[in-house]
């Protein structure tokens, strides 16, 4: 019994011990730790809060059970903190500690027990002004943060906040009391904004997109290619492009903008490569069957050519009336492309970009802007602008960590103009309000030029309150006539992804903060020549800028800068076709084009690296293609030369569509010299070549023969020729002469004794007795002219008549 008794002893202590970990509740009630509730909001009213608006602030939304057991005592409030007053404090008081949050007014029940999968939905109206117990209590205008929290009690736990979504309120001024006694007593107590300083706004409308064009294709290339056919529905009405398209072509017009105050504030910034993209569908398109393939690959049609007429006609329009800048080609990141170190190459993603708007817009684009994009304006990046002239850099300011300064005021970004270099002057915009602004739509992101720190985790907060985040941070400024300087630049993220009604709030703010005094119109000329006089000198940026995982690795940058300089040194060697009039520049530019959408910002962060080797490698094959498109045609057998001087058979081949410079190097053995033929213009298709030669030998040897460019780069593959060579050299040319000479001699002898009736002596030394050949051939030459046989003279009876064999009659 001592057995059983201690294994019964043993099982009750284990499941003493188990037993307070199953029964404890507070693991299970600690808010954040298990997800249980989720609260969205649905609807604000007001969204943005006027003089003349609603005096009561509605909040409605749904509360959903997203846990794994029932919740019971589901209670919901509002709370509200004080305006904000620094730029970080637009990220930090929408994520992390609620300290600075107060109640509004109690908890209300929204339900009182909340299945799994079950939803509720709630609805909180408060007053906005302060006077009675429950209200927001906001008497001046200000941009606020409001929490809706939402407490519970999950099974096996206790009461704690299981969830909460914040969202920030502008009050562009604040509605007359509700309980004033008459009209002018209410119109009295409203509180209108301070428009004693207002705002010189510049708002930027990006029409971008990521790169489409299928990799490795260069130029000539019919149908073009594109990786997929998301542009096609992103062109098309209700898509992305469309959308903002159609947004801001409604919101300058005439009838919705009659002073041009919208038009004069916005200025379109259109990425080059999406409009030769755009442009390349309209004369139809074909698509890769498989994204990451290279140009050999199986297509179909592509289904957006009218989309993208239709698109293009409405861009063009609305070009003609406003504001047109381009970004830097394909987005690409200027810090990496500072390290590719190519002259080329960055300018055509800097100074070249606007010559691409002028010429499919039909526009003259405004100069001296540099729209750096989603990356931050490194040193790299300053260092790369100033080798191509003078320029604004509009990009992300340097918003650090969140803290205090001496003040004890919370941190805000510095968006005074800067003179980096003679050449570059920066004209900083708040990346807080970017990256509200990019937190829009059904995709938000973080800007890679965001510090980490100020990250917010906002993809589970509600389309509703992401939009509220980016219209409070785009009129905060405005609203805090003691934040300086007093001008703001509004660059949202290049690939914004909007829904219509997150379109139509934006632009609406900026018309309402315009019509209200607190902005006035800044045209991008304007800010050029601003920035420029009242630039401070400033050393160039420092430290860790932006976020790390959106650095490309060096391999990448290594790759792309040897896969740069063999490209730019075959394009050299090409020249013009005279029958299509296709240049080399242009047949090898879609390729450093290429290599320009790998350097891509509008790629995310972890993908970058993959995308850009994906399409390095792709490019790098068709560059090795196009060297081995040149070559010399083996013969595939041996040459024989007649002559020490017979000239080389060669035929060289261009599979080009361009014609190319090449010269030809002949490694010839010892005893042959080669003639240089000097530089040769191979046009496309076959050129037959006689390479002019001299050998000094008798023997079968073989001749290297390779192709290279005019400077030097190889083409093709060397071909080695088998040659035999009759040639003796000059020892048989003196033995030929000698011969002739003698020759001549002899023949001269003998025609000298015939002439004068004499037998040459050596014909007589040689055979006395032998007749001489002359008189033979006389002789018979008579007998066959004596016409009666009767009349013939008798022959000689001590000779024979040639041909009649000896003891023989004649017949």
């Known amino acids: 019994m001592r057995g059983p008794a201690r294994l019964l002893v043993a099982v009750l202590a284990l499941l003493l011990a188990v037993a307070p970990v199953a029964a404890s509740p507070v693991a299970a009630a600690q808010p954040g730790t298990v997800p249980f509730l989720r609260v969205q909001i649905d609807n604000i009213t007001p969204d943005v809060v006027t003089t003349t608006s609603n005096p009561l602030v509605t909040v409605t939304g749904t509360i959903s059970n997203i846990g794994d057991r029932p919740v019971r005592d589901v209670v919901v409030r509002l709370e509200r903190a004080k305006a904000v007053a620094s730029s970080t404090a637009l ?71 299981l969830d909460d979504s914040r969202f920030l309120l502008p009050v562009l001024g604040v509605p007359p009391e509700g309980d004033s006694d008459s009209a002018s007593e209410a119109l009295d107590s409203a509180v209108p904004p301070d428009t004693t300083r207002p705002v010189g706004l510049t708002v930027f409308w990006p029409l971008a997109d990521r790169p489409r064009l299928a990799a490795g294709a260069p130029g000539g290339t019919t149908p073009v290619r594109l990786i997929d056919d998301e542009l096609a529905g992103s062109l098309a009405p209700g898509g992305r492009l469309d959308t903002l398209l159609t947004a801001v072509d409604f919101a300058t017009g005439p009838e919705v903008d009659p002073g041009g105050n919208v038009t004069r504030t916005v200025c379109l910034a259109i990425d080059p490569d999406l409009l030769i993209t755009v442009n390349a569908m309209t004369a139809g398109y074909v698509v890769n069957d498989a994204a990451d393939a290279g140009p050999r690959t199986p297509t179909h049609p592509g289904t957006g050519q009218q989309a993208a007429v239709d ?189 219509p009604a997150d379109a139509q709030a934006v632009l609406t703010a900026v018309a309402s903060s315009i019509r209200a005094g607190l902005a006035v119109p800044r045209p991008l000329t304007a800010l050029i020549d601003e920035a420029t006089s009242a630039a401070r000198d400033a050393p160039l940026p420092s430290g860790s800028l932006g976020n790390p995982r959106g650095r490309f690795d060096n391999g990448v940058v290594s790759g792309i800068s040897a896969a740069t300089g063999r490209l730019w040194g075959f394009t050299a060697a090409l020249t013009t076709d005279e029958r299509t009039g296709l240049t080399g520049n242009q047949y090898t530019a879609p390729l450093r084009e290429d290599l320009l959408r790998a350097l891509s910002l509008s790629v995310p962060p972890d993908a970058r690296n993959g995308l850009a080797q994906q399409r390095l490698t792709t490019v790098g094959r068709t560059v090795e293609d196009l060297f081995n498109a040149v070559t010399i045609v ?178």
């Not at 800048?325 to 170190?341: C, E, F, G, I, S």
């Not at 040193?379 to 602008?385: F, G, N, R």
């Not at 051939?777 to 003279?793: F, V």
């Open 91 to 161: 990220r930090t008081d929408l994520a992390g500690n609620v300290d600075q949050y107060q109640p509004v007014a109690d908890f209300v029940t929204a339900a009182p027990e909340l299945a799994r999968g079950q939803r509720v939905p709630f609805r909180l109206a408060y007053p906005l002004r302060s006077g009675v117990p429950s209200s927001m209590r906001i008497d001046n205008p200000g941009v606020y943060p409001v929490m809706v929290n939402v407490n519970g009690t999950p099974d096996y736990g206790a009461p704690a906040r």
């Open 311 to 499: 698109w293009l006609n409405r861009l063009k329009a609305l070009a003609r009336r406003m504001c047109v800048a381009p970004t830097t080609y394909a987005q690409a990141d200027l810090d990496a492309l500072h390290r590719v170190a190519d002259p080329g190459l960055s300018a055509i993603a800097t100074t070249g970009a606007a010559g691409i708007l002028d010429q499919l817009l039909g526009v003259t684009s405004t100069r001296g802007a540099s729209l750096v994009g989603d990356g931050p304006l490194t040193a790299p990046a300053v260092q790369l602008l100033s080798g191509h002239g003078p320029t604004v850099a509009i990009g992300a300011a340097n918003l650090g960590e969140p803290g205090e300064t001496a003040d004890g005021t919370a941190e805000t970004a510095d968006t005074v103009p800067m003179r980096y270099t003679p050449t570059v002057v920066a004209a900083p915009f708040d990346p807080a309000v970017g990256a509200a602004l990019a937190g829009m739509g059904p995709t938000p992101e973080s800007p890679s030029y965001l510090n980490p720190a100020l990250d917010v985790a906002v993809k589970q907060d509600s389309d509703v309150a992401r939009r509220q985040d980016a219209i409070g941070a785009l009129l905060w400024r405005s609203l805090n006539p003691d934040i300086g300087p007093r001008t703001q630049i509004v660059m949202p993220p290049l690939m914004w992804n909007l829904a």
């Open 634 to 811: 083996n013969p595939g057998g041996s040459y024989t030369l007649a002559t020490e001087r017979s000239p080389l058979p060669l035929a060289l081949r261009n599979d080009l569509p361009v014609p190319i410079r090449v010269r030809l190097d002949i490694d010839a053995p010892p005893g042959m010299s080669v003639t240089d033929m000097g530089e040769i213009v191979l046009p496309p298709g076959f050129l037959p070549l006689k390479v002019p030669i001299e050998v000094h030998f008798t023997q079968r040897v073989a001749v290297d023969v390779a192709l290279r460019t005019a400077d030097g780069l190889p083409l093709g593959e060397p071909v080695r020729l088998s040659v035999h060579s009759n040639a003796y050299g000059k020892v048989l040319f003196f033995i030929t002469l000698t011969g002739g000479a003698v020759l001549v001699l002899l023949v001269g002898r003998r025609l000298w004794h015939r002439f004068r009736g004499q037998p040459d002596p050596a014909d007589l030394e040689a055979d006395p007795t032998r007749p001489d050949p002359i008189e033979v051939a006389l002789a018979y030459d008579d007998e066959r002219t004596t016409a009666d046989p009767d009349e013939r003279p008798a022959a000689d009876p001590g000779k024979r008549r040639a041909g009649t064999p000896a003891g023989g009659d004649d017949a």
